[in-house]
């Protein structure tokens, strides 16, 4: 039985930002509206969001590149 460590590796990342994410939008925007009520808590998702974008598309970028990466690399 093989173990491939760069897919494990990888999948933890994943699973780590994931959680980290969803963390700090339900956690945060539940203090947010606990404390200051509703209106704030939509503020704060709308900033939370708005701040996490460009991190998406950093993201998204580097994928796409990787996969023209491994697609020009076949040989």
Do not use: E, H
Not at 5 to 33: C, D, H, W
Not at 58 to 70: C, E, F, H, N, Y
Request: with cysteine; hydrophobic share 55%.
């Amino acid at each position: 039985m093989t173990r491939d460590l760069r897919k494990f590796a990888r999948q933890t990342n994943v699973r780590l930002g994931v959680g980290a994410a969803l963390l700090l939008l339900i956690v945060g925007t539940g203090l947010i509206y606990y404390l200051y009520g509703p209106g704030a808590a939509v503020g704060g998702l709308l900033c939370l969001l708005a701040a996490l974008m460009p991190i998406g598309l950093i993201m998204l970028s580097l994928a796409v590149l990787d996969w023209i990466q491994k697609r020009a690399n076949r040989d």
